[in-house]
């Protein structure tokens, strides 16, 4: 029998919702255990659907109880109790983002072909340092339409109806090497990110060519996330059934420091 825990977790990553027909759609999250300093990944997790006292916002301390699924032998997984959820605090970006990064940095990964090293002891998600990063983006085919709406269809045994989650006619991909990792040939991830995806919905409306929307995106997600004033860190996944199979969920992206005018004291 699996016993239930309750944990004290900080959310890092919040995939986009997929429709679902036990929940109308859930979200799956990724967050650092705070008392093991380990990566765990929170799902099923009905987003749009819980009250509002338990929405958590990216980098929230929450405390919930879950259990490790029968099925899912990824070491970071966690079936989530969702009426458990509370949110206990939120983490700043106040000096240069130091609660976080005193976090996230603490679990870091040498690179992403290390990641995929770890594969074999069914370790399933990492954050590592990019270097030579470019951005893609690529024409999708949109998934079956009917068997979306059939899941959000469901709204009779829910509190809430949600709408749909509109389909994004495009995909997009971070291309980078692995820092210090002079033999790394070069990666191609698609980006797993809630963020970019209602960053598209929402910005369309502001600009009569769909070019310059997509110019718009490149510049936020390459030149802003990933520039020469960001400390970029990518946060990776991998899918179930496909382990070898990874994405971006998420980039870390605090300010970098100023490098010292002085030498210290010796």
Not at 21 to 35: F, H, S, V
Not at 51 to 65: A, G, L
Not at 241 to 256: D, E, S
Request: with cysteine; glycine share 2%; hydrophobic share 35%.
């Amino acid at each position: 029998m699996v016993t239930p825990e309750k944990k004290t977790v900080l959310i890092a990553v919040k995939a986009p919702p997929n429709p679902s027909k036990k929940y109308q759609e859930t979200n799956c999250c990724a967050g650092i255990d705070l008392e093991r300093g380990t990566w765990v990944r929170l799902y099923p997790i009905p987003f749009r659907l819980l009250d509002d006292d338990k929405q958590f916002p990216k980098y929230s301390v929450i405390s919930v109880r879950c259990q490790r699924p029968v099925r899912d032998k990824r070491v970071e997984s966690y079936k989530v109790d969702q009426d458990s959820i509370r949110i206990l605090r939120h983490l700043p970006t106040a000096h240069k983002w130091s609660e976080r990064k005193k976090i996230v940095l603490a679990t870091l990964s040498p690179s992403f072909c290390k990641v995929l090293e770890d594969v074999s002891v069914h370790k399933s998600l990492g954050v590592f340092k990019p270097t030579d990063i470019d951005f893609e983006i690529k024409k999708s085919v949109p998934r079956d339409e009917q068997k979306r709406r059939t899941a959000y269809d469901q709204y009779h045994l829910f509190d809430k109806r949600l709408m749909p989650v509109e389909q994004i006619p495009f995909s997009f991909y971070y291309r980078f090497k692995c820092r210090n990792s002079p033999n790394c040939p070069k990666h191609k991830l698609m980006i797993h990110d809630w963020e970019l995806m209602e960053a598209y919905r929402r910005w369309r409306h502001n600009y009569t060519y769909q070019s310059l929307l997509l110019d718009k995106i490149r510049e936020k997600w390459l030149g802003t996330l990933c520039g020469s004033t960001r400390d970029t860190y990518f946060y990776v996944g991998n899918m179930w059934q496909r382990p070898k199979q990874f994405m971006v969920l998420g980039v870390f992206y605090p300010p970098k420091s100023a490098p010292s005018l002085f030498k210290e004291d010796v």
